[in-house]
């Protein structure tokens, strides 16, 4: 099936400083990605959804100048938590669909801890 | 905003057949209904997708009734290893938009 990854696996950062994570489509072209966020023992919760070489979509709630979305290829995107607070610390984690499936593949996550 | 709802946890033995439900009232008209397994610390993987009536795969089968306002995910004879939390993946209509809405997850738990 098609690979999905993340990078970093996990990471810690000081509150106030600003994180990057990226997912990419290892073997195929990913028209669209997904980004999700979970917190313990709780479901995910999509943030915002970006098609390739337009701006993200985010979910109400979902602040966009503090989770900043690229997605300038067909194989990459990433998110960028700016100015991170501990109550930003959780599991993100993306996915990303092709042009002719409904399907999503998932990438493994990142854990980020903010302290 | 209308939910996706599943049951918190179910337990079974090994060996058994399991049946989980999804129940999403609000489904968009041309969605699909997909399920997924998750584990500690990992991404959701793909166990099934169906649109209407029943689709089976070589892991699962899953069956979606006529209205689709709710699915079954069923697994056939569960071994420990199908331990995890399981989910379904819809999209919701919410007046004119359409918000994909993952349920709220049940954890299986297969006991020896």
């Known amino acids: 099936g098609a690979v999905v990854s993340q990078h970093p696996s996990w990471v810690i950062c000081k509150s106030g400083t600003s994180v990057k994570i990226e997912c990419r489509s290892l073997d195929f072209q990913a028209t669209t990605m997904f980004w999700y966020r979970q917190f313990p023992k709780q479901s995910l919760m999509l943030m915002a959804t970006?098609?390739?070489?337009?701006?993200?979509?985010?979910e109400q709630g979902v602040e966009k100048d503090k989770f900043l979305i690229n997605h300038a290829s067909l194989t990459l995107s990433t998110l960028t938590v700016t100015s991170a607070h501990p109550e930003d610390s959780s599991f993100y984690i993306c996915s990303a669909s092709g042009r002719a499936s409904y399907e999503q593949y998932f990438g493994p996550g990142t854990r980020l801890t903010v302290t | 905003l209308a939910k996706t709802t599943q049951p918190i946890s179910m337990d079974s033995y090994e060996g058994q057949e399991v049946n989980i439900t999804c129940s999403h009232n609000?489904?968009?008209?041309?969605?699909?209904i997909t399920w997924y397994q998750q584990f500690p610390s990992q991404g959701p993987r793909f166990i099934i997708q169906g649109y209407k009536t029943k689709v089976t795969n070589e892991v699962a089968s899953l069956f979606i009734p006529a209205d689709r306002k709710s699915s079954t995910l069923s697994l056939p004879r569960v071994s420990l290893s199908d331990t995890a939390v399981y989910y379904c993946?819809?999209?919701?209509?919410?007046?004119?938009?359409?918000?994909?809405?993952f349920g709220s997850g049940t954890q299986l738990t297969v006991l020896p």
């Open positions: 993946l819809v999209g919701i209509s919410s007046g004119s938009a359409r918000q994909l809405t």
């Open positions: 970006s098609n390739e070489g337009s701006k993200a979509t985010y």
């Open positions: 609000n489904i968009a008209t041309n969605d699909y």
